[in-house]
Nanobody, 122 residues
Framework: QVQLVESGGGWVQAGGSLRLSCAAS????????MRWYRQAAGWQRELVAA???????NYADSVKGRFTISRNNAKNTTYLQLNNLKPEDTAVYYC????????????????WGQGTQVTVSS
């Protein structure tokens, strides 16, 4: 009923930038918080950033000052701007959202995108 589709991952050198996008589609009643996670090889998945419906952001300490999360509610889309990338940012980045489908408007579910690879070389 609700799908998240990510794009924008790729390969960059240290110090470079990428912009990740995640568009929600399907029979959606509402979308609450939207998040970006990442998972490096051999590591647990970690929360990178979250943005409330009104645009209030929160960031992991490791990315503060370098990454910016935003959203466009009219497009049901969240973005993650990755600046001054470091090799340790290399990971699969996953979009995540709490949303209520149109068929069950009083119930929120957590949805995940398929992930997009970000590789940062030194």
């Amino acid at each position: 009923q609700v799908q998240l589709v990510e794009s924008g991952g790729g390969w960059v050198q240290a110090g470079g930038s990428l912009r990740l996008s995640c568009a929600a589609s399907g029979s959606i009643f509402s979308i609450n918080v939207m998040r970006w996670y990442r998972q490096a090889a051999g590591w647990q998945r970690e929360l990178v950033a979250a943005v409330s419906r009104d645009g209030t952001p929160n960031y992991a300490d490791s990315v503060k000052g370098r990454f910016t999360i935003s959203r466009n509610n009219a497009k049901n889309t969240t973005y993650l701007q990755l600046n001054n990338l470091k090799p340790e940012d290399t990971a699969v980045y996953y979009c995540n959202a709490d949303a209520a489908p149109d068929t069950s408007r009083s119930t929120q579910y957590t949805y995940w995108g398929q992930g997009t690879q970000v590789t940062v070389s030194s």
